[in-house]
């Protein structure tokens, strides 16, 4: 009946629309947790990126790092190099070992003669002949007549010395004059081999190959009166006080590079060897031939140091192989080397021509 009939919507119509909404609203949460994980996965390849970044920067610091570490340990190692060689260039010269047998620091004896064959020793007669340019270029060698400054007398005008031995005289003779205030050492004898060129005076063991004459290395000296005489250096006389030249000379000598060699009944010698090398042997009032005794105790690895006002030096010993040649270390920018005339090189280094460049 019409009137009794109710109206009811259809139970499958509120599913259908039940079911949309809640289709809605899980596309709808699915959608917010999709951005979510996109987000996520952004914020994460991000982070992941700023992490890589951070390795890549990390590696890179390391890498920096590890150069600035490889640096520094170079540096430290660097260092620990320059410390123990003092700042140094380091390099080795190639030398002929039979060069064992030349320069200023030789032992001559009857076991240890002058190598240099007497054929190949020029007479200062033959020198005398030499233009100054070819005693230069030649023997290293300079005439002292054209050369001196008047403050000694020559004997004669066939005078020659080495020129770095020559150099020396020069300063040792001013040095005399200004403190002493005379000009009358003589010089008997420069350069010479032979005993011949000299008088009967000279002794036997200044003949060729045994002495450092023949070097160019030493001098003989006396002193001139006012009257024209020589008289022995050594000697006490009236109007000339020892200490005034003898003791002079004996005291200072070491300073420019000279030792006392001796004296004769008419002379007295003084080699150049060098400095330190002089100074050392005077202060410790050493030989000659023990004072190369002990330098060949000291090696590249154990160098003997030397100070001479405030000037520090190192001297070694490097022995000569029994090859042709001899690799010699040597130190900084200034040295020298001589043989000792025994089978071995001497080695001085001026620590001042030390320096850390390469």
């Not at 992941?48 to 920067?57: A, L, R, T, W």
Request: one cysteine or more.
């Amino acid at each position: 009946m019409p009137e009794n009939r109710r109206i009811h919507k259809h139970p499958l119509g509120g599913i259908v629309l039940a079911s949309i909404v809640l289709l809605l609203i899980a596309a709808i949460s699915l959608t917010i947790t999709l951005t979510a994980l996109s987000k996520g996965k952004d914020d994460s390849q991000k982070d992941d990126n700023v992490e890589d970044s951070s390795d890549d920067k990390s590696s890179s610091s390391d890498d920096k790092n590890s150069s600035g570490n490889s640096s520094g340990n170079q540096n430290q190692n660097q260092n620990q190099n320059q410390n123990q060689s003092g700042n140094v260039k380091i390099e080795k010269i190639e030398l002929e070992s039979s060069q064992s047998g030349f320069g200023p620091l030789l032992q001559l004896d009857d076991q240890h003669l002058y190598k240099m064959p007497v054929e190949k020793l020029i007479s200062r007669s033959a020198m005398s002949g030499l233009t100054a340019g070819q005693l230069l270029r030649d023997y290293n060698f300079v005439s002292l007549f054209n050369g001196h400054n008047g403050n000694f007398i020559l004997k004669d005008r066939n005078l020659f010395l080495d020129k770095e031995v020559s150099d020396a005289l020069y300063a040792m003779m001013d040095a005399y004059v200004n403190e002493i205030g005379h000009k009358d050492i003589y010089l008997r004898n420069a350069y010479y081999y032979d005993k011949t060129e000299d008088d009967n005076n000279t002794p036997d063991v200044n003949e060729a190959l045994l002495n450092p004459h023949a070097l160019g290395t030493a001098i003989d000296i006396q002193i001139q009166t006012s009257g024209g005489g020589q008289l022995p250096l050594k000697n006490s006389f009236a109007g000339y006080p020892r200490a005034e030249y003898y003791d002079w000379f004996i005291d200072n000598c070491h300073k420019f590079g000279f030792i006392h060699a001796g004296d004769t009944t008419n002379y007295s010698s003084f080699r150049y060897i060098g400095v330190p090398h002089s100074t050392y042997i005077y202060e410790k009032n050493l030989t000659f031939d023990k004072y190369l005794s002990e330098i060949r105790g000291f090696d590249y690895n154990n160098k003997k140091p030397i100070t001479v006002n405030g000037t520090s030096w190192w001297v070694y010993y490097v022995k000569a192989d029994e090859a042709e040649t001899t690799l010699v270390p040597v130190i900084g920018t200034k040295y020298s080397i001589s043989g000792d005339n025994a089978g071995g090189f001497i080695v001085t280094v001026d620590q001042s021509g030390i320096n850390a460049s390469k």
